[in-house]
């Protein structure tokens, strides 16, 4: 069996659990009771038709070797994978991004169909909360997106939307109980992509030890670049997508621009925060989409690069490290442009391998960092969405930790906002939730340094 | 390094979590307002004297080999193991026994000292409970209810507990960053005996195998005794003392035989709603205290024993149930008695070992099950006790679970009840809180059988 068929499953460890999460919060629809959410989970509860990728489980749950692919779960318990809780008092949004700091950093059973969803009420401004998380073996977090977005309806008035291990259409029949290749499960092209990373890993890793590749630039040591633990912490807010915009369009740059200098201002601020600023720019990784140059062979299949994004956080002026941001992603964007398909997988290969390959002992602690951190912009949902009449509000990516990754941020679009997700390793990333407030001051000198 | 040192750690696996936990029901003090349970939780975390006990994590928490021992934390993260939780509506006992269950099926952080506290708020009856999960390498169940009754007081007007890592007397100075053995951390002697055990298992492993030694019963294969999964249920209810009493005196029996009685009408009934009664009784390992028959030798420090006990289960009246099961304790004190402390141990040994044996791949399949569950009768506190004010209404202990082991009734004395605490494999034990009900009967047909 090919080691890419199991990767996320072999390289999953207590201290770097291998799933994806997503965070949501709804808006009841009017008339909501007080046993509102009680009744809307009996209700989906009573739905058992169930999704095959949300049926399947490891076919050898105990070994942590051996794994021959998916196997049926004949005894599917839905009240185990569907649960529901409530936050404590006062019920602020800080309450509910503990509990799902809490949820993000423990393992799945791999016993059962690998996810879990948690609706959670108790939020005191009456919305509720979905916590879903799936294992990266089954879907990516792109794909994850796209199957909550397949649920949900643009018409408030719809009250039939599947549940979350549903789907709006009928399943094709297929064999049940046959073991599947894990990777044939794996939806959407990043899952396929990083699937390769082991053996583009092999040849770039090797070429970069021989100095037959460097990296386009040098990423500085910090605070988060260190061996991980198995907690999380996980903080999230919206902003306004028209704001991004207008300094987009004010300074004349791409709006994935401007989220990546307001992710530089906020890292910027909170490592200044903490004393642990590095003199030279920090670095981030940054899956981009990529057209394939050509039709035919495999690797052209591959939609999804990774490019490296000087952040600029040596710079204490917005203006400049906006400025110095979007030159570093055009001049990424053309670097991939000028290698052929091959190198340019190699290259994403080399970048994303960094995160397959540090789990294994003494990578962290030997080598330089390839980059600070990853920050992926996910296209969401365009129109404003409704879950049988729960108007959806925000929706908020938790990603996956590795070791010398201690901080993920993963936004995505929702309509009229940009919904952030920060993911950190609870011992390594103090505080987290202070890079949000940095965030908004970010946002704000932006506007401030391109109103004139 | 001997194995016994870190067995408790080395035999965890995703499937079998072996921490102790324990939950506690409070009435709160008069004139607690609404964020009472959050204020109580501050309060306690400003007191950052941490028992040596629960500052200890495994020197090497990433390998599952080569445990050296303990090791000091030095940036203890109280707020990450105390903490504050709610349940859904409607805030009934069973929301709670869920969010337990839920918990007691997912694996401490080996990163970290080996505990977790959950404060609840919720109830709708206006209590409010705490979830307390340490590692068995840490304390036994016997130990850590010992350590719960420390920190609790039994005047009400008391406003200076302890924390729950706390402790009332100051600890003698002891040099820190020291590896430890692990078993010198096990206190309580079910611990000090457990840790014999692989040693015991050799020798009476091969004496069962050559027929050199039989049990002293056959127990029959039963819906419990399979392997298990990681997810759990738990069930829990108090019963007034008196009525165990009074049932005891009427039928010239100890109150334990009520209490096993209670159990076997209860798994009884069980059973027969599963279709899974067997013809052969149930036999339980019931764990009881054993006098040193001499004071010399290693061998006799051991105070705890294992007696197996026919819970007469194919019998239909409750009152014969009780007599088979009275006469069947009696026997094995005997048994006992009869034996050289040497013998006694091995026997011991067998039956305590048959669970310490069980993760290894084929046992459960391969072997007769040595007995059907166990079924632990654990002193509790003799008076009513308070926490800075909050009265302690009920003490359910939750158990280890293994392979051919899928459930455990443990119980617990409290002031004026008996507390019981039923831990199931979620996935082998449907409906688990029907045992509660079913205990309920079986209580009040004891008491019909014996009220004559």
Redesign the interface.
């Given at each position: 069996m090919p080691v890419t068929d199991s990767m996320f499953l072999l390289v999953e460890?207590?201290?770097h659990p291998m799933h994806v999460g997503g965070l949501q919060l709804f808006e009841k629809p009017e008339g909501a009771g007080?046993?509102y959410?009680?009744e809307l989970r009996r209700d989906l509860l009573a739905n058992t038709e169930v999704r095959g990728l949300f049926r399947r489980r490891p076919a050898r749950?105990?070994s942590t070797l051996g794994y021959l692919g998916w196997t049926e779960d004949t005894?599917l318990?839905l009240d185990?994978h569907f649960?529901?809780?409530?936050?404590?008092?006062?019920g602020r949004v800080r309450?509910l991004l503990?509990?799902t700091s809490?949820w993000h950093?423990?393992?799945l059973?791999?016993?059962?169909p690998l996810w879990e969803i948690h609706l959670v009420?108790?939020l005191r401004d009456g919305r509720f909360a979905m916590y879903n998380k799936v294992h990266h073996a089954l879907l990516d977090g792109v794909a994850a997106l796209r199957h909550l977005q397949s649920i949900l309806s643009d018409d408030p008035a719809v009250r039939d939307c599947p549940p979350p291990w549903g789907s709006r259409q009928p399943e094709p029949a297929r064999p049940a109980h046959r073991p599947r290749s894990l990777l044939a499960g794996a939806r959407g092209t990043l899952g396929q992509f990083t699937g390769l990373a082991p053996a583009a890993m092999k040849v770039a890793g090797e070429a970069f030890r021989e100095h037959r590749l460097t990296l386009p630039m040098q990423a500085p040591r910090t605070m988060f670049n260190v061996p991980i633990?198995?907690?999380r912490r996980f903080a999230a807010q919206s902003w306004p997508l028209a704001r991004v915009r207008t300094v987009a369009a004010a300074a004349g740059v791409s709006r994935n621009d401007v989220v990546l200098a307001m992710c530089a201002g906020a890292l910027r601020d909170y490592l200044i925060e903490q004393r642990a600023l590095p003199d030279a720019p920090l670095v981030a990784m940054v899956p981009v989409s990529l057209r394939p140059r050509r039709e035919d062979g495999a690797a052209s299949g591959n939609a999804i690069g990774a490019l490296l994004c000087n952040l600029a956080t040596h710079k204490p002026d917005p203006a400049a490290r906006l400025a110095t941001i979007s030159e570093s992603m055009r001049d990424g964007k053309r670097l991939f442009s000028e290698l052929t398909p091959l190198q340019t997988l190699l290259l994403s290969g080399l970048n994303v391998a960094a995160l397959g390959a540090s789990p294994l002992p003494g990578v962290v602690t030997n080598t330089r960092p390839p980059f600070n951190l990853v920050i992926s912009n996910v296209p969401g949902p365009r129109r404003q969405l409704y879950w049988n009449g729960a108007r959806l509000d925000g929706i908020y990516p938790a990603s996956v930790l590795l070791d010398g990754q201690a901080v993920n941020i993963t936004l995505t679009s929702n309509a009229d906002n940009l919904d952030f997700g920060i993911t950190g390793c609870?011992?390594s990333v103090p505080h987290l939730q202070r890079i949000l407030t940095h965030l908004d001051t970010a946002l704000a000198e932006l506007e401030a340094a391109t109103a004139a």
């Open positions: 460890t207590r201290e007080p046993e959410l009680g749950p105990v005894e318990d185990y649960r529901h809780s409530a936050l404590p008092q006062p309450e503990e509990l809490r950093g423990t393992l059973d791999r016993h059962r009420e108790g633990g198995g907690a609870r011992r």
